[in-house]
C-alpha cells in the first residue's frame, strides 16, 4: 500500500537528484540493502564498521525505487539517471525528520511508553487492548531508539488512528529525541528503576532521563505515571494522571489476586481479569485503563479487552514439559526490580516444588553487587532450590536470608548447571528462568522443551 509519494519527499528534502515522477509511490522505508522489498526507499546509515552508501546497487537490486543521500558522499558512476536521491546532511537525521512528518501526516493519537521495568509489556497492553475498537499500530519487537523508533513510526498503514511508540535509551538526551520525533499525544512512565544505572548514575539520573519523554508532549497532552513512585511527582504544564497502589491515585490497584494463569483485581473499584501474573502486571492495566478513558472507552468493554489479551513470548511463558513441570520463560531481559517481582509471581504457584534459575543482569556497573543482592534479600522458604549462573549472579546467593533452607548454589559453568537442573524438572515443580538478554537463557530453555 502506497505511503506516500516521490513529491511528499521533495517537499521535505529540497535537494535531490534524479526523475521524481508522480507515479513513483514509496511503500516500504529500509536501512537494509540486503531486505527484498517493494517501491523501497532506502535509507544509507553510517556505523563504526559500515557505510550504508557502499550498498546502494544492491538496495536497488532488492527493490529500492529512492534513496535518501549524504551530501558528503561521492554519487555512484554507474548509477542509473533517473534514480531519484534525495541529499541530506545526514541519513540517520533525514530519517528522524522524514518519520516526523510522516507521523503529522497520518495524524494519529501518538501514545509513547518509557520506563525502566514493564514498558514493553505495557505497550503491548496499550495496543492489543485498543485495537478492539481503534485502529492501532504499535513498535514492533525493540524498534524503540534513535533508528528504530523512526522505522516504527514509517511503517504505520495509512489508516492508523492510534500509534503506539516504545521509546529506549541508554543515556541522556536520548529519550528527548525520541519525544521530539514522535511528538506524542500521552506519554506513559511506567516505573524507575535500575536499567542503566551504570551510565546515568542513580535512580533519580534515571528518572530525570525517563522525565525527557515530556519535551515532545504537545501542550494539551496528558503524563500517565507511576503513583508509587516519589520521583515522578512532577508540577507540569500538561495533566499528570497517576496509577498504583497508593491511595488516593487517579487509578487505585488493589485487592489483587493471582492464580495460575491469571491475575484479577480491582482499579477504582472496577473489576479486572488479565490472563498475566503479578501485581506489577496490575500496574501495567492501570496505565492501559487510564489510556481508555482518554480515549472514550468505556471500562466495562476495556475489561472485557484486557481479559483477551495474548502477549510476545519470553515474557512469563509458561511451557509444561514431557515430565510435568511448568518451565516459566521470563528471559526476554532483567533488572532487580523485574527479578524480584517475577520471584513473587512463583512463589504464589500452586506447585509444590518452586525452582529459581537465574543469571547476571547487565549495565549495572558500580552498583552490581548492591543490585543483585536486593534480589536475594527477597528470596524466603517459598523457595525450593536457587541456581545463579554467570558472573555477578553470585550475589544472589550471597545475600540469601540466614534462615533459607533450600539449596542454593553458583555455577561458572552452564553445563554443570544443566546437569543439576535436570534433577528438577519433574512433575508439581515449577521452574523460573530469568537472566538480561545478552545470557542467553532460551538456549537453556530449549534443551528441556525440545
Known amino acids: 500500500m502506497k505511503k506516500f509519494s516521490a513529491d511528499f519527499l521533495h517537499k521535505i528534502f529540497l535537494e535531490y537528484q534524479g526523475s521524481i515522477n508522480q507515479q513513483l509511490d514509496i511503500e516500504t522505508i529500509y536501512t537494509d540493502s540486503r531486505e527484498v522489498v517493494t517501491n523501497g526507499l532506502f535509507v544509507p546509515l553510517i556505523g563504526e564498521r559500515f557505510n550504508g552508501h557502499d550498498f546502494l546497487l544492491q538496495a536497488i537490486d532488492k527493490g529500492a525505487v529512492a534513496s535518501l543521500w549524504s551530501k558528503r558522499e561521492e554519487v555512484p558512476a554507474d548509477l542509473p539517471d533517473n534514480f531519484p536521491l534525495f541529499f541530506v546532511e545526514d541519513p540517520l537525521e533525514g530519517l528522524q525528520q522524514l518519520a516526523t512528518a510522516y507521523r503529522d501526516y497520518i495524524n494519529p493519537t501518538v501514545i509513547g511508553v ?14 492489543s487492548s485498543l485495537s478492539e475498537f481503534y485502529q492501532v499500530t504499535k513498535t514492533e519487537g525493540n524498534l524503540n531508539n534513535l533508528i528504530g523508533l523512526p522505522l516504527s513510526i514509517l511503517r504505520m498503514p495509512v489508516q492508523t488512528e492510534v500509534l503506539v511508540l516504545e521509546m529506549g535509551m541508554s543515556g541522556f538526551s536520548e529519550i528527548e529525541q525520541l519525544s521530539y520525533i514522535a511528538k506524542p499525544d500521552i506519554a506513559v512512565i511506567t516505573n524507575i528503576g535500575e536499567s542503566h544505572i551504570e551510565h546515568l548514575g542513580s535512580r533519580e539520573g534515571i528518572s530525570k532521563a525517563k522525565l525527557e519523554i515530556v519535551e515532545g508532549l504537545s501542550e494539551d497532552g496528558v503524563l ?19 496509577c498504583g497502589f497508593n491511595s488516593g ?21 472496577q473489576l479486572f481479569s488479565i490472563p498475566l501474573l503479578g501485581m506489577h502486571q496490575a500496574k501495567n492495566t492501570a496505565y492501559a485503563l487510564a489510556i481508555s478513558d ?7 468493554k476495556m475489561a472485557y479487552s484486557l481479559a483477551n489479551l495474548s502477549l510476545p513470548g519470553m515474557r512469563f511463558e509458561q511451557i509444561e514439559t514431557e515430565s510435568g513441570a511448568v518451565i516459566v520463560n521470563d528471559a ?16 504464589r504457584f500452586s506447585q509444590t516444588y518452586k525452582v529459581l534459575v537465574l543469571g547476571d543482569i547487565f549495565e549495572l556497573g558500580q552498583f552490581a553487587e548492591s543490585e543483585h543482592r536486593k534480589v536475594g534479600e527477597i528470596i524466603n522458604q517459598e523457595i525450593d532450590v536457587v541456581f545463579t549462573v554467570g558472573q555477578d549472579s553470585q550475589y544472589i546467593i550471597k545475600a540469601l536470608p540466614n534462615d533459607f533452607k533450600g539449596r542454593a548454589e553458583h555455577f561458572e559453568d552452564r553445563d554443570m548447571l544443566m546437569n543439576e537442573l535436570e534433577k528438577y524438572i519433574k512433575n508439581d515443580t515449577v521452574v523460573l528462568f530469568k537472566a538480561s538478554r545478552g545470557m542467553k537463557f532460551e538456549q537453556l530453555i530449549q534443551h528441556f522443551i525440545s
Do not use: C, H, W
Open 114 to 127: 518509557t520506563g525502566s521495568n514493564g514498558k514493553t509489556t505495557t505497550k503491548e497492553l496499550i495496543g
Open 224 to 242: 500517565v505515571v507511576d503513583g508509587d513512585e516519589p520521583l515522578l511527582e512532577v508540577d507540569l504544564p500538561q495533566r499528570v494522571v497517576t
Open 249 to 269: 491515585l487517579d487509578y487505585e490497584v488493589k485487592d489483587v489476586v493471582q492464580s495460575q494463569n491469571k491475575t484479577t483485581f480491582k482499579i477504582n473499584d
Open 294 to 300: 482518554l480515549l472514550n472507552i468505556d471500562a466495562s
Open 332 to 347: 526476554y531481559n532483567a533488572s532487580a526490580t523485574s527479578m524480584r517481582a517475577s520471584i513473587d509471581v512463583i512463589k
